[in-house]
């Protein structure tokens, strides 16, 4: 969380002329008010994911550029992701945002204050909550992994 996943996901979209598809913008466009917890969060995603996903994979088999701004904090979403691209049979690349806990809540304050679309106010503890799930990808999962930061 607030580790620069949108920022990046924005440039990369541009870069390479690809859809963005963003997790954050999808659930505050379709799901306002409903979304007050973590619980509701998991299940809201839950569901986008069923929709999107033929899209997303419809669009990687036609040649399409896909960049996804959805959290890969764990394996489980890191799997969902990997069924994608092999379902399309199309290359992939993990971009996987290494920042720091500290610079992270700088950046969560920074955009608490501007609130950019697709965000939603967040605590401290509420970071720390969700960060406590955060498991790093392994070599093991078997991603073309480009890492940033580092810190």
């Given at each position: 969380?607030?580790?620069?996943?949108?920022?990046?996901?924005?440039?990369?979209?541009?870069?390479?002329?690809?859809?963005?598809?963003?997790?954050?913008?999808w659930?505050?466009?379709?799901?306002?008010?409903?979304?007050?917890?973590?619980?509701?969060?998991?299940?809201?995603?839950?569901?986008?994911?069923?929709?999107?996903?033929?899209?997303?994979?419809?669009l990687?088999?036609?040649?399409?550029s896909v960049?996804?701004?959805?959290?890969a904090?764990?394996?489980?979403?890191?799997?969902?992701?990997?069924?994608?691209?092999?379902?399309?049979?199309?290359?992939?690349?993990?971009?996987?945002?290494?920042?720091?806990?500290?610079?992270?809540?700088?950046?969560?304050?920074?955009?608490?204050?501007?609130?950019?679309?697709?965000?939603?106010?967040?605590?401290?503890?509420?970071?720390?909550?969700?960060?406590?799930?955060?498991?790093?990808?392994?070599?093991e999962e078997?991603?073309?992994?480009?890492?940033?930061g580092?810190?």
């Open positions: 969380m607030a580790a620069g996943k949108s920022t990046l996901a924005r440039k990369l979209a541009g870069e390479h002329r690809a859809v963005l598809i963003s997790e954050d913008i659930l505050q466009r379709l799901f306002p008010e409903e979304i007050r917890e973590f619980a509701d969060y998991l299940n809201y995603s839950a569901r986008l994911k069923t929709v999107v996903a033929p899209l997303i994979i419809e990687l088999e036609k040649g399409i960049v996804l701004d959805f959290p904090n764990v394996p489980k979403t890191r799997n969902w992701i990997r069924e994608l691209f092999e379902t399309a049979n199309a290359d992939h690349v993990l971009h996987f945002v290494n920042t720091g806990n500290d610079q992270c809540l700088e950046q969560l304050a920074i955009r608490n204050r501007e609130k950019p679309e697709g965000s939603k106010e967040m605590t401290v503890e509420e970071f720390e909550f969700v960060t406590s799930f955060f498991v790093a990808p392994s070599l078997n991603f073309t992994i480009l890492e940033y580092g810190q």
